[in-house]
């Protein structure tokens, strides 16, 4: 071999070796977006699945709540008042606060610590009279102190928690009266203005109705079209025009499908505003083209012998199409329709236009119900300003993320299912 | 007897003319075997007897077939029908990626000529028998057709042909994805298959040709060049160009 052959073979190696090179690089700088990301969100997110309790004592003293009757009934205890028992409660942790300072103590807690105090009682009425330690859920800001989050060394003018707080703060936790627990509430409980109590309960359900509208709206009616479009219409001007406008429609962005929303949806036909019906509706005009395009490529896929089989042995164009190209399709179609819901259920834009941004503290039980959606939650609680909704706002994402991933997954087992009885 | 009949058959895809005044007579529950260079309109034609060619948009076919005095080339022929009576073999074995049994049970089922389950069963296997399968997949009926060896597909294939008691076969190259053995079982096969029906074989194999069929006919650019039987057409033929390709001078 001469020596200018053996350049050449040289060059070439090195350029391969060289590609190679730059293919690992792309992989490894793709892969460390994707742990950044990941510790970022994870590292600030996890302590918003802890709650944080205070401990105290409480005192159903009969004279404090109104009740006279010798042995109440469900309905005493319903009505009676529990301002005083509950207040008691909280200024017990410090006797010697003078009167007009009770709020320090009482701002520890979340607002709704009456109705906790209530709901104790409820739940075990021989309580009555008697003094039993009681959990309080922590004031977000003593919630942050507790979980680290909160520096405590800057001025106390700037600083939302105050010394003596502080003080109260760190005689509890010696005591082993702050608990910290796995957060249930955030799961079941509805948005608040009270980082302490706000959950995703609505959003979640809200996704979940949103996601399956948008499935029942758009799946049927984009298999139908992609079938009768790839099977059955004649090939000419026409359908090439509506295909190049199928292939628009895919990439017009979300928030015009928004305002379709609120100009069609809302205004003519008068459906409820904030609600996932809309907002399902809404997402499935922006995942129909996904659906169509994915389900034409694999009914394009399907070999054109087995169209040739079915037609040889007698069957009509329909039969050809439902008895064996559709069904062939049918992976291809569905790992399509959850791409296209994968998209939907990150989309936050069209939902905000057509109300689902609105502040919905109920759970909503039917499609119809307002309510937020899990993406529009992670905007809402990054638009607050308090230190609590940071660490919701990673997990909510959390929870948004495992959503998809759980989507995927199943979109993975019934594709498998699908790909092993037909090839 | 004839049972096909084609009388100046004209095919063109869109301005181009693939064939050019095909005449020809296919004699009832013989074999006749089509052969020529690639691209020589022997394909198209077999597609003109089972009205294959509707589903290429382009193609226009002029001319009359018959098959029996039903004039195959009409609009008004109900093209299903029709294909319950030609069945087709294609080149690349097809089986559909579904059991064998349901592959077999497929054309039964869509003509609904089976009334029970008895029934079919009875029908998949002696389709099965007829096609030489029976003993090797018995046991295993509801595996994927797709699973099998490329020969047993292709006898798969022609079983689902069968199943509907056709009364025509057409058969596109069905050896040519084929090993030898393969090859000679399935030629085996059409020798027994000719007692009951009538097919018509595209082949690129000159010695395929000369084994399986009484007829030959030789196409060369979109023309039928030479008609006649098997031994004429390659002992002694009548034109110069059959000759040159029979002897391989040519194609």
């Known amino acids: ?423 | 007897m004839s049972k096909i009949k084609a009388e100046n058959v004209n095919v063109y895809y869109g301005s181009k003319q693939a064939l050019f005044d095909v005449s020809i007579d296919i004699a009832e529950k013989e074999v006749t075997a089509l052969i020529g260079p690639s691209g020589c309109g022997k394909s198209t034609f077999l597609r003109c007897l089972n009205r294959m060619n509707d589903v290429i948009e382009i193609c226009r076919v002029e001319g009359s077939i018959k098959m029996d005095n039903l004039e195959l080339n009409s609009r008004k022929l109900d093209v299903v029908r029709l294909r319950e009576n030609v069945g087709m073999v294609f080149q690349k074995p097809n089986p559909f990626p579904k059991t064998i049994y349901e592959n077999v049970a497929y054309g039964p089922t869509i003509h609904g000529i089976a009334q029970s389950k008895e029934e079919m069963d009875q029908i998949v296997e002696t389709s099965l028998k007829k096609a030489a399968l029976w003993n090797e997949v018995k046991d295993r009926l509801d595996e994927i057709g797709t699973g099998l060896s490329g020969g047993q597909q292709q006898r798969l294939c022609i079983a689902r042909a069968i199943s509907v008691s056709p009364e025509v076969i057409l058969m596109d190259e069905p050896c040519s994805a084929l090993d030898p053995i393969a090859t000679a079982q399935i030629e085996e096969l059409i020798d027994d298959l000719k007692k009951e029906v009538t097919i018509v074989i595209v082949t690129h194999s000159m010695s395929q040709a000369a084994r399986v069929s009484q007829k030959t006919g030789f196409f060369h650019l979109g023309k039928l060049i030479e008609f006649g039987p098997t031994d004429k057409i390659f002992k002694n033929p009548d034109n110069q160009q059959t000759q040159d390709y029979i002897t391989g001078r040519f194609g």
């Open chain 1, 1 to 423: 071999m001469n020596s200018f052959k053996k350049n050449l073979l040289k060059k070439r190696y090195n350029a391969e070796r060289r590609f190679q090179w730059y293919g690992k690089i792309a992989i490894g700088l793709a892969l460390t977006f994707l742990a950044v990301f990941m510790f970022q969100i994870f590292s600030k997110g996890y302590s918003a699945f802890q709650k944080t309790w205070i401990v105290t004592e409480v005192h159903y003293d009969k004279e404090l709540l109104l009740i006279d009757a010798e042995s109440p009934s469900k309905d005493d205890l319903e009505n009676a008042d529990y301002y005083d028992v509950a207040y008691k409660a909280m200024t017990s942790l410090d006797p010697g606060l003078p009167e007009e300072e009770d709020r320090q103590l009482i701002q520890m807690v979340s607002y709704k610590y009456e109705t906790e105090v209530k709901d104790l009682l409820l739940k075990n009425p021989d309580f009555l009279g008697k003094i039993v330690p009681i959990k309080l859920t922590a004031s977000d800001d003593v919630d942050q102190v507790h979980k680290g989050n909160y520096p405590r060394d800057i001025p106390e003018k700037n600083r939302r928690v105050n010394d003596y707080q502080l003080q109260i703060y760190d005689m509890l936790n010696e005591r082993g009266d702050i608990l910290s627990e796995f957060n249930i509430s955030f799961f079941t409980s509805p948005d608040s203005r009270e980082a302490e109590l706000a959950g995703i309960a609505s959003s979640f359900m809200g996704t979940v109705f949103s996601i399956l509208v948008c499935l029942a709206f758009s799946f049927p009616i984009a298999v139908l079209a992609a079938i009768y479009l790839e099977e059955f219409a004649p090939k000419n001007k026409f359908t090439d025009f509506i295909e190049v406008n199928i292939n628009n429609l895919a990439a017009v962005p979300s928030i015009v499908f928004g305002l379709l929303g609120l100009g069609v949806l809302l205004a003519v036909f008068n459906l409820p505003r904030s609600t996932p019906l809309v907002g399902g509706i809404t997402l499935s005009l922006m995942t129909l083209p996904t659906i169509i395009i994915a389900a034409r490529a694999s009914l394009k896929a399907v070999p054109p012998s087995i169209r040739e089989a079915a037609l040889a042995m007698g069957a009509s164009n329909m039969q050809t199409t439902m008895h064996h190209t559709v069904p062939l399709s049918m992976p291809g179609t569905l790992s399509g329709t959850i791409i296209g819901l994968a998209q939907a259920l990150g989309e936050t834009a069209p939902l905000i236009l057509i109300g689902m941004v609105a502040f919905v503290n109920t759970i909503p039980g039917t499609p119809v119900d307002p309510a937020a959606s899990l993406p529009v939650q992670i905007y809402i609680w990054s638009e607050s300003a308090e230190r609590g909704f940071v660490e919701k706002v990673s997990a909510c994402i959390m929870v948004l993320l495992a959503f998809l991933i759980l989507m995927n997954l199943a979109a993975q087992i019934v594709r498998h299912k699908f790909e092993k009885k037909w090839s």
